[in-house]
């Protein structure tokens, strides 16, 4: 493969993965902003939105469109679930960081019974549309399609919806938003229906290149965690940079120094970043006024 | 005669002590069944072959036991579902040395497993059969009771290595594993077995199997000039994503290496099924058909008796064939040492020359616990599976 082969090669593969892991970083922010609570559920939703796809689509012999829509319903319940048993019951001990093991242990839960009840083993994702071949098949631009029409729903949605504008009101202080009438905790039940269907569509859109397989949940819930904090905590857009930035860096990593080696040059830029900028490179660190 | 209440009491008192103390164990011991301990990951993460195993052992124990059993005594296999945790495998152990009091034990069947419970089995002088590849798992001296009836990793690597420097008569190999222990361990050992071969290790590595594209390892083997590419782990994925990069980069190396190149999740997660070509996976000459299409007599003639009876659709040949072998040896290792002593066992199993298994012809001695012969173990064409078995690999005689 020549050299212009091997950039085409680093570009359609880091882009496609930077992609999904901005997904799973923008499933991550959404939940925060309405609960200020990580959730560790956020890389399960993108491995579920694999597992289902291929469950509707391969095992149940379902068309496209009901196999997409049915596996985005699902996603939405799984991240309505998370809120109701995970987050919920502890957002009235939030100081004590109470959410890390309420949210990793439905995570894990969410990890085993995939184990058991899917397999163990990878399994094959169908192909969607058929279309392309080379580095422009469909597995390496897909995710990106994706993410693009995620960045450009929520920004109309927060622009020129009454409910975006809501939950722009919760994410800036909840207190207040409340004390003006807002429903917060409908909107912040509503906030997770919607991180379970993007992490879902995360899933759905990287199946083919990342396969339907239970593990993939711990992968997408470690690296998609680096874009939120390279693009700094709540920030979409410095997650979507963030994600991408990380997934050309990593396919170029894989090229010069190989596997495992790749994933140590990654978390020593990573920490890197973070010693050089602690508020993540495009987060702003807010002044309160009293 | 008037029996006194004093005499009454002696005479009682005589009869229990002499119960207790086991004189009429005899006659309860030859009609008690034989209690055969079966330790298998079940449930859970790499059950495939147990439930392989599974199949071939509960056949032969309907079998010998619809015969009238082995001399007048049935048996009863007693099984724990280890789910492939070494702590669960150790407490299923426990319980059936000292509480159910098992006459010996088969199994576990995953390396993480035994090497937790194979000390504890040496203690109680337990008689025990497992399938699991970890050299160190077999040693006379430290667990004279812990027998081998399937190959050593060293025998797979034996085999890969001969395969690829005297059949494909390749000279540069490169030599992958994955990231877990297994990987790391198996790819080491192999590096190093080539190099002493005299071949040309031009690459080596360890691969996270999780990454979504292969393209860059095969570029680096490609360009480092491999001429067979070597892969130690178990993961399908990974191997799938290998072939699938291998057709993209439109370059015919041929894969030889561990047995998962030839599962069947691999054939569902290949783009194209020509992409499976030229991959060769550790198999067994008892379940590989030669170039006629055939299988060796012996293993014909079982599958003919047992046709319709064991499910070979999605299982390997070789774990159903192992687990009838060693049901039928502990049945003849109680028959020929006329009871169920743990000595007597181990006594006939270290005695067995060239004894004419299924799987294969198995020899143990008591300084030699690795029964499976390396000469019957083989490659296979990894895409030819039918009921388990596989297509001899191009060169075999």
């Not at chain 1, 339907?212 to 709540?234: D, E, K, Q, S």
């Amino acid at each position: 493969m020549a050299l212009g082969g091997t950039l085409a090669s680093i570009l359609a593969t880091g882009l496609a993965m930077g992609a999904i892991y901005a997904l799973i970083g923008v499933t991550y922010n959404i939940m925060f902003s309405t609960s200020r609570v990580m959730s560790f559920t956020a890389g399960q939703l993108g491995m579920l939105g694999g597992v289902l796809g291929s469950f509707f689509m391969l095992r149940l012999g379902l068309p496209l469109i009901p196999g997409f829509v049915l596996t985005l319903v699902a996603c939405a319940v799984i991240g309505i679930v998370t809120e109701l048993l995970a987050v919920r019951p502890v957002l009235k001990s939030l100081d004590q960081h109470l959410y890390v093991l309420s949210t990793l242990a439905l995570a894990l839960m969410i990890q085993q019974v995939t184990a058991i009840e899917w397999s163990t083993e990878p399994q094959a994702f169908p192909r969607l549309f058929g279309l392309g071949s080379g580095v422009l098949d469909e597995k390496f631009w897909l995710p990106i399609v994706a993410c693009a029409l995620v960045i450009a729903g929520l920004e109309w949605m927060q622009r020129a919806t009454l409910v975006g504008r809501a939950f722009l009101a919760v994410a800036e202080d909840n207190f207040a938003a409340r004390a003006l009438g807002l429903p917060e905790r409908n909107l912040r039940v509503l906030s997770y229906a919607l991180a379970g269907a993007i992490g879902g569509l995360a899933g759905f859109a990287g199946g083919e290149l990342m396969l339907a397989f239970f593990a993939n949940g711990a992968l997408l819930n470690f690296y998609g965690f680096v874009p939120v904090a390279l693009g700094g905590l709540g920030n979409n857009r410095g997650s979507i940079v963030g994600g991408l930035a990380l997934g050309i860096f990593q396919q170029a990593a894989n090229f010069l120094v190989g596997g495992i080696f790749a994933s140590v040059a990654v978390f020593v830029v990573f920490i890197v970043v973070l010693l050089a900028w602690p508020q993540g490179l495009f987060g702003l660190s807010t002044g309160r006024r009293v | 005669m008037i029996i006194s209440r004093r005499g009454f009491t002696l005479g009682a008192a005589s009869a229990f002590g002499l119960a207790s103390q086991g004189a009429f164990k005899p006659a309860f011991a030859q009609s008690e069944p034989i209690k055969i301990g079966w330790l298998g990951a079940l449930t859970g993460p790499s059950s495939a072959p147990a439930i392989g195993f599974d199949r071939g052992l509960r056949y032969a124990v309907d079998a010998v036991n619809a015969s009238g059993g082995v001399k007048g005594r049935k048996i009863d296999l007693i099984t724990r579902d280890t789910q492939g945790d070494p702590t669960k495998a150790v407490n299923a152990t426990q319980e059936m040395i000292s509480s159910i009091k098992v006459h010996a034990i088969w199994g576990p069947t995953n390396s993480g497993e035994a090497l937790a419970t194979t000390p504890i089995m040496a203690r109680a002088k337990m008689p025990n059969i497992h399938p699991c590849v970890v050299n160190s798992l077999i040693d006379p001296v430290k667990y004279p009771n812990a027998f081998r009836m399937a190959p050593s990793n060293s025998q797979w690597d034996d085999a890969v290595r001969n395969y690829c420097l005297k059949i494909l008569k390749v000279k540069k190999v490169a030599v992958i594993g994955d990231t877990t222990g297994y990987g790391t361990t198996a790819a080491g050992d192999s590096v190093a077995a080539f190099k002493k071969d005299g071949a040309d290790v031009v690459y080596s590595a360890q691969i996270d199997a999780t990454q979504p594209d292969m393209t860059p390892d095969m570029l680096r083997m490609k360009n480092a000039g491999a001429e067979a590419i070597v892969s130690w782990s178990t993961s399908t994925g990974m191997a799938a994503r290998l072939f699938n990069a291998r057709a993209a980069l439109n370059w015919d190396v041929p894969f030889v290496g561990h047995p998962s190149l030839g599962s069947g999740e691999v054939g569902k997660l290949i783009e194209k099924p020509a992409n499976w070509d030229k991959v060769y996976t550790v198999n067994y000459r008892s379940c590989s058909f030669d170039a006629q299409g055939k299988l060796p007599e012996r293993t014909q003639a079982f599958l003919d008796k047992a046709s319709g009876k064991i499910d070979l659709k999605d299982t390997l040949l070789w774990w159903v064939l192992s687990g009838v072998d060693v049901i039928e040896l502990l049945s003849k290792a109680v028959a020929e040492s006329g009871g169920t002593a743990s000595e007597g066992i181990i006594k006939y199993l270290n005695g067995l020359s060239k004894y004419p298994g299924l799987f294969g012809d198995y020899t143990w001695s008591p300084t030699q616990h690795n029964g499976y012969p390396t000469d019957e173990v083989v490659m296979g064409a990894a895409n030819s599976s039918k009921d388990g078995a596989l297509n001899l690999a191009p060169g075999y005689g």
